[in-house]
């Protein structure tokens, strides 16, 4: 093709280019949003869009008007810088109307663990637990008030958990033994009792280290024939250990 002196060549090039600029322009027509640009580089019209959204928050200081309590307790507590709602929700609802919206009370562990699960990303220092053995079988709020979540005082005393064992022993011959003369108890067992069990005496001659003719016990500890009392069966198979003279 050759129009006039034009070279087919440079004609055809032409007609590529003006095509690809209807192209363009018809593209540009039906994806561009209509505001783009009149203000920078972006869709004006989001502005307004946005603003007519309805508001979902209520923000602190609302939840504060009814829930003094909770908000005064929580403002020098450990969580003095979260948000209600950053764990009950968005609210404005609510607070519009309290009792026909509820907000959402989370009280699985995930909600927790969002924050805590142990991440080797968040910084030093922060309180971070691993899942599986911290006290795996309870929800958090059985020991955590998740307004004021200062740990539980760990308990000092074994009767503190074992009530009954306790009593049973101090009323029995055995009462002037200590719990850890006979159960070896690791520190975590009195925070974490399931991941960290004590230890239990599992022969014989564990009682034997009293009660045997030989002991270096007091000479009032009554004594037996290691040999043949009870003949090979655990000495608990018929002494209850924290009540002793009870035996079967
Ligand atoms: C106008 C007073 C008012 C405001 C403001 C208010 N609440 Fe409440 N809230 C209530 C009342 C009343 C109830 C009890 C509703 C019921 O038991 O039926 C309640 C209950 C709750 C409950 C317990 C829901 C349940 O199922 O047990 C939570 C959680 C709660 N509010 C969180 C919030 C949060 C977060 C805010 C701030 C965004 C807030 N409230 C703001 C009055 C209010
Ligand atoms: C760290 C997360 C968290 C934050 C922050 C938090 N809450 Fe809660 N809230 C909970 C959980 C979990 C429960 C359920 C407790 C349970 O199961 O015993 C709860 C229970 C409640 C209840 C039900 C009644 C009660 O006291 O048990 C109200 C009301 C409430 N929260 C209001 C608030 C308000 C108001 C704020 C902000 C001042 C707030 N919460 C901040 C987690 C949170
Ligand atoms: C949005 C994040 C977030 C969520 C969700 C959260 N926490 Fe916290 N928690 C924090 C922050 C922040 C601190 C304060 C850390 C500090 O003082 O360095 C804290 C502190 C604590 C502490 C104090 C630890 C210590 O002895 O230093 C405990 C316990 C705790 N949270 C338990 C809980 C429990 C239980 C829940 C669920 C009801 C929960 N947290 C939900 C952020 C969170
Ligand atoms: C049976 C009671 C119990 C339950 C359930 C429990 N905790 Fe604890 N938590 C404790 C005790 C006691 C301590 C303090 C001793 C320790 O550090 O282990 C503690 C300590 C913490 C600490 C501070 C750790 C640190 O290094 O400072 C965080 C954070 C924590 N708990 C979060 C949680 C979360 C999250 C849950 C639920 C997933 C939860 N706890 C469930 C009893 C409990
Ligand atoms: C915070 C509560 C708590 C305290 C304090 C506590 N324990 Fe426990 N202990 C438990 C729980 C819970 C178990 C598990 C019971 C079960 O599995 O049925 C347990 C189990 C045991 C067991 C059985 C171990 C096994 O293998 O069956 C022994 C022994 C024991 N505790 C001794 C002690 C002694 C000794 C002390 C004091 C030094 C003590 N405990 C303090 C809660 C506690
Ligand atoms: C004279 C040694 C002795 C003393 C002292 C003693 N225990 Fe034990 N305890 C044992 C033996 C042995 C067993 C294992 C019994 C069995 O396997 O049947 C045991 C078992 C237990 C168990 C497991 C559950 C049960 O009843 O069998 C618990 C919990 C326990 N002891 C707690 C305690 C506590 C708490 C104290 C202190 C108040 C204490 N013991 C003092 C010897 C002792
Ligand atoms: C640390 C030393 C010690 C250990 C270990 C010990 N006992 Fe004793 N036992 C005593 C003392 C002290 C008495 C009480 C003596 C008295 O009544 O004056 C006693 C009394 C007894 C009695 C006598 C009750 C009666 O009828 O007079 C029996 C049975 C007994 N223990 C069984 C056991 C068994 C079983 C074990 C192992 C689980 C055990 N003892 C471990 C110190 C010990
Ligand atoms: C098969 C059951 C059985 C077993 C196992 C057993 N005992 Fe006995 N024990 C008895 C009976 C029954 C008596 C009371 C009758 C007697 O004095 O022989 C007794 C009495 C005792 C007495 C009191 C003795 C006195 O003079 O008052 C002691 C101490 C004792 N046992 C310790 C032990 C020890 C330590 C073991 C483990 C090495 C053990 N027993 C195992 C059944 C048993």
Known sequence: M??????GQ???LAIVLIASLVVLLLVRARFVPESFGETGHYRADVVPAIAAQPIRYAGMQACAECHDDVAEVKA?????????EGCHGAAADHVEDPVEATPAVPSGRESCLRCHEYLGARPTGFPQIIETIHNPMEPCAGCH????PTPPAVPGECSACH????STK???HHWSLDCETCHLTPQKHRENPRAHLPEKPVAREFCGRCHDRAAESAATVPRVDMADHGGRYPCWQCHYPHDPEGHS
Do not use: M, Q
Not at 2 to 7: S, Y
Not at 76 to 84: A, F, N, P, V
């Open 163 to 166: 009530r009954a064992i306790a």
């Open 145 to 148: 008030d998740p307004h004021e």
């Open 10 to 12: 440079v004609v055809r």
């Open 170 to 172: 101090s009323v029995s």
């Open 76 to 84: 020098s507590s450990y969580h003095r810088g979260l948000t209600c």
């Open 2 to 7: 050759r129009v006039g002196k034009i070279p």
